[in-house]
């Protein structure tokens, strides 16, 4: 233990603790620092130095054991919080410690930022000291933190994160995840991004979603973009209305050159094929079977615009929908598989339809309850099944509705300008959006549950986006 | 009595095949509405058939320029809808007299959607607006072959912008010729 952390400074640490509120004990974590800086300062050593003896001890008190607190901790009111198990509705507090060496910082934030947009945290911002072994829990719970996420980056080059349930005033989990390098590039940025997804699980039994990308269409483009909106590029010289494969490794689009084949692109490798083209019809809107073993999408012809399905290998399209010269677009998967949904306007306007995945057994899920041009498009079911997102002409203005699959009941989740084309992430709980509430049309994130946005592009116009499946990280 | 019979044949083929209801057209006007002031004295016709006396109207190079403005003439559509209108029939009817009179014309009609609406539906309902433009024209005798159709839905707007006027003019069917355009006669 280094000499700069005295029995008295401890003694005091703990006193102001536990005597004062939260505010306090923010003002308290920074005296310590400051406390060991002065004491370490008389012994020689520079500032920074005393930084560091202050990360290899816990908050400056130069407790290194749990039996220590705990002394420390004698007639301390017992704990009102459940720990860091997540319970649907209250948000769990979780801090997440800085990361010591020259990416820590970059790590941290990057943490931060993914727990934040999961939007099952309360994030506390602590100005706590770097990478201690053990911490201060009663601090902690006093700054209602629930769980503390400890970074440190070791020799080999492996990130070990260590999870701390402050309730329980134990490690939860702790595990080293290997990082690629270099550090910062695009690889790297989506092992972090693993990493918070895995510390998301660990919190709440759900994997979270920052390991995901967004393809969408800009100026002509396919482009595709890290949930947290970095990364930014594009990825084919046209197209429009991009879908993933459920292993995330290729990209399904159509060009709008008159042709409107659909393009099949291996996103590592950049290596296209066509899928279906045929004289006079125009393909659109493709969409793959959560099996990847099927494209379902809509061609028109000079007859209508119908249904088809084709193997994702290739082969003859099939038409499944038989829309008597209307138009049936848009079409989406149940993740199980089974059945499909789809917009028609058969009845005369744009409603969202259900069918068997051969197109039998045709329901109407949607009904039209507002305004008179009525309009319900671009149906995405969600990754749980239970629900359909769609687009709706709501009074003249393009919402973003929900619509329970089993009892059909309806929500309307945005309310700020113009929305259109969901998409879900795969947490079944976020869906990414095209809005033109900024002015021009961007790609905006929305949570279903608490109706929270965050704008994700900016700039030229961005739109018809689609979400992709969790990357395993490589 | 002639004379008439002969302008009778000449407006029946469009009446018959079940065009206005609203109002009746007038008699067909000649393919050329006004013609150049400047084009100076009459000049000798060129790369025609048969000699023709010189016509004190627009010369034949002005009737040949005209007859190809007639079909790259745009129609117009109303908001969500692929109906016909007056002005659309009446632009028509002049395409017909000029794929009439060049049989090797070939021709492609394109659908726009003005961008409202959804960006993917926009496609079907730009492919309807162009095939309702082909029946028409092939309800009055032009074979189906020489008639090509797709749509860009709202992927080309020949106006940026969302005001109701670059709206309407989004909302359109465009006519490109394919074939036959090199030597074009005026009907």
Redesign the interface.
Known sequence: MPSSCTSRSTMRCAQTARARGVEAALDAAHMEGWELTGTARTNGWGWRAARRAIGVTACGLGLSTLADIAAAQTGQPPGIRIGISYVAGHKTGLAVLPIDGADGDSIATMLRRDFDYSDRFTMVNTTGPVAPQTLNYDLFRKLAVDGVVQGALLPGGALRITLHDVAKGVIQQSKDFPLPSPALDANWRQAIHVVADQVEEWITQQRGIAATRIAFERS?RIWTVDSDGANLRAVSDAG??PQWTPSGRHLLYSV?N???PIIVLDVATGAKRTLTSAP?A?D??PAVSPDGRTVVF?R???E??DIYTVPFEGGAPRRVSVGRGR?S??PTYAPDGRRLAF?S?RTGH?EIYVSDDDGSNVEQLTTGTFGD?E?R??PDWSPDGGAVAY?SLNGGTWQIMVVNVRDQSTRQVTSEGRN??PSWAPDARHIVITSHRSGNRQLWVVDTETGRSRQLTRGAEA??AAWSPRFTGR | MNRSRLLLVAVALPLALGACKKKKPEVAPPPVQGGNPDAGPVRPPENRGPTTPPSTGPSDVDRVRMARESMANKIYFEY?ADALSDEARANLDQKVRVMQANPNLRV?I?GHCDER?????N???G??RA?VA?QYLVDRGIDASRI??????R?RPEQQGSSEDAWAKNRRDEFEITAGGDTMRAP
Do not use: C, M, P
């Open positions: 002509g429009i209305g709008n008159g042709r409107d006079g125009q659109f809107t809509a028109t012809t000079e209508g615009t138009a677009v848009g917009s306007d744009n041009r309009n498009t671009a687009a259109q084309d739109r018809l | 969500d492609r394109a609406g959804s960006d993917e539906y496609i079907a309902l492919r309807r095939v082909k090509e159709t797709t749509s860009f839905g992927e």
